[in-house]
């Protein structure tokens, strides 16, 4: 198993769900390095695939493709005994709250904190022994025979991370840890995070809070990068029959006003292609993804040879004249 001191790798992942009716991809080629000893934060809105990221790190998903790695393992091609030992040792997840978790909520904070360590066959007494002594680390020695719902929100979140170190794992992963926490409870949190990469650990972070910023060595932005262009001029745009001018999932940069031609608006689904609309001159379509920062949740395709003035959010909003956008977002 990996030990602490090395860096993580991602090469080229890709993850991919078919939700009921259509597809995801909150993945798409994904290439990043956290060097040992640093942390790591996940920044960007809801939806973005932090939650799935840290999924994959910890082993608990599978990506549709790419690799991560970490020192010498390759934690998206683990199986078996290996695989146990890497959720178990090589991991630590800071749950979101422990409301959400059912069964730790009966648990006083000591036996919450044992709990990894009986299930790898620490003894009883060891084991609780660690824990009062992780729970003090997190300033938390006078709350052991407390049960969650007697702690605020901050002091659970830190039995959480006690929890994660309790087999003291080389990499430490925490999904949003400052959400619903006050500004006092969040102070105490961001200094115990930004000490865990200590020794060498790597820390990977999830957040929508850029106030987080300044606590990290690395940002991982994963929302759409379209926003730099936002000031360009309106451009032409030719597209030949058959063409597609952007696909489902992918990150959105512009509006489109079609000026020559039919373009047709597709959903990927399990059952295949789904039209949903169909345009032709003086149309726009695709707004919604620049507006709002969203990816792509069609794709469009030129259905004949077609010529199209693509704006950026703020062109067509412009264009338009803001106070038609809300009664145009409403009509689709
Ligand atoms: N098990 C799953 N099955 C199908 N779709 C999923 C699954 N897990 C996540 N998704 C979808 O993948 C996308 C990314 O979700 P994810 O939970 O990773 O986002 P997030 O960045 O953590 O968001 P939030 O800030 O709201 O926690 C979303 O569109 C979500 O609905
Ligand atoms: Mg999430």
Same mark, same amino acid.
């Given at each position: 198993m990996t030990e602490a001191g090395s860096d993580l790798n991602i090469k080229g992942l890709n993850v991919e769900f078919t939700k009921g009716d259509y597809t995801v991809r *909150?993945?798409?080629?994904l290439d990043v390095t956290v060097k040992a000893g640093s942390l790591a934060l996940l920044l960007g *809105?809801? @939806?973005?695939?932090k939650t799935t990221l840290l999924s994959c790190m910890a082993a608990i998903l599978r990506p549709t493709s790419g690799s991560i790695t970490y020192g010498t393992t390759e934690i998206t091609s683990l199986s078996g005994q290996q695989l146990t030992n890497h959720r178990r040792h090589g991991v630590g997840v800071v749950f979101q709250a422990f409301n959400l978790v059912p069964s730790l909520t009966s648990l006083t904070s000591v036996e919450n904190v044992a709990v990894p360590m009986r299930s790898a066959g620490v003894k009883a007494r060891v084991a609780r022994h660690k824990a009062i002594e992780l729970l003090e680390g997190v300033g938390l020695g006078d709350r052991l025979t407390h049960r969650p719902n007697s702690l605020s929100g901050g002091q659970q979140q830190r039995v959480a991370i006690a929890r994660a170190l309790a087999l003291d794992p080389p990499l430490v992963l925490a999904d949003? *840890? /400052?959400?619903? %926490?006050d500004y006092v409870q969040v102070e105490g949190v961001l200094r115990i995070i930004r000490r %865990? /990469?200590? @020794?060498g650990r790597v820390v990977i972070v999830s957040t929508h809070d850029d106030r987080m910023l300044a606590l990290a060595d690395q940002i991982i932005e994963m929302r759409p990068n379209f926003l730099p262009q936002d000031d360009a001029a309106p451009k032409r745009l030719e597209f030949s029959a058959g063409q597609d001018l952007f696909r489902q999932g992918d990150p959105s940069d512009l509006v489109y006003v079609i000026d020559d031609g039919r373009i047709d608006v597709v959903r990927d689904t399990q059952d295949g292609e789904v039209p949903l609309a169909s345009f032709v001159a003086g149309d726009h379509f695709g707004e919604m993804g620049p507006l709002f920062g969203l990816r792509r949740s069609a794709t469009a395709r030129a259905m004949t040879d077609a010529i199209v003035t693509g704006y950026t959010a703020k062109g067509f909003r412009d264009l338009v004249g803001p106070e038609r956008l809300p009664a145009m977002i409403r009509g689709r």
């Open positions: *909150p993945i798409e080629n *809105p809801s @939806g973005c695939g949003e *840890p /400052t959400a619903h %926490l %865990l /990469t200590d @020794g």
